[in-house]
């Protein structure tokens, strides 16, 4: 399972997109909620985790046109980290919640960030397809989303970090439960859209019970 993850993970230099990106927090008469759960295993410890989505209908459009969300959890960046909203002796996370108009989305890829002795970035080197859609007045849930540190070699045969495993993971309860706390959302239900990982269809997303972290 590393090995052929491995092949599907890419180490870019983060970029800058022309078009503006997606509100987070948009006050329309047609906005809508979502809420995600990121988090990271105990052992993982990166600067932050963003997974990038966009609206359905510009998938076709190239990359620099398309206006792209982003649902990030600061986890060990040297200059600003957010306090988890979880944090137990296997995990730290946080429940995010962006408020953006009504319509049918994707999450296409994701970038984990290090800004440690190396500044790298991680993503997929194929996009993938994470659909939800959302309706105005109304709350979508997203799923959780665990990172699980992968590694590598270098060219002297030592041990480096190579991005990471996400567990797919139905909280839905937990996760909103939180977000309510938090006053961000009212408790008034949600959809649940929280994918299979035969939906993803990506070796980089898996469930909770196939992971194996040497």
Do not use: H, W
Not at 55 to 64: A, E, G, T
């Amino acid at each position: 399972m590393r090995n052929i993850a491995g092949m599907f993970i890419v180490l870019l230099l983060a970029g800058c997109a022309s078009t503006p990106p997606i509100p987070p927090n948009y006050s329309g008469s047609d906005a809508g909620k979502i809420v995600v759960g990121i988090g990271a295993a105990a052992g993982t410890n990166y600067s932050s985790y963003s997974f990038l989505f966009r609206r359905v209908d510009q998938r076709s459009l190239p990359k620099d046109q398309q206006q792209v969300g982003r649902l990030m959890f600061l986890q060990n960046n040297i200059f600003s980290s957010n306090e988890p909203d979880y944090d137990t002796s296997s995990e730290q996370g946080e429940v995010l919640v962006q408020s953006i108009p009504a319509a049918k989305y994707e999450i296409f890829n994701f970038d984990i960030y290090d800004n440690g002795y190396v500044e790298r970035n991680f993503s997929s080197r194929v996009d993938f397809s994470i659909p939800f859609t959302v309706e105005a007045g109304k709350i979508t849930y997203l799923g959780n989303y665990q990172a699980n540190k992968l590694m590598g070699k270098n060219y002297f045969g030592l041990p480096i970090p190579a991005g990471a495993l996400f567990v797919v993971s139905d909280r839905a309860q937990n996760d909103l439960e939180i977000a309510y706390r938090k006053k961000e959302i009212p408790e008034i239900g949600a959809n649940n859209s929280t994918p299979t990982v035969d939906s993803i269809g990506n070796p980089l997303f898996i469930e909770p019970s196939s992971i194996v972290i040497e």
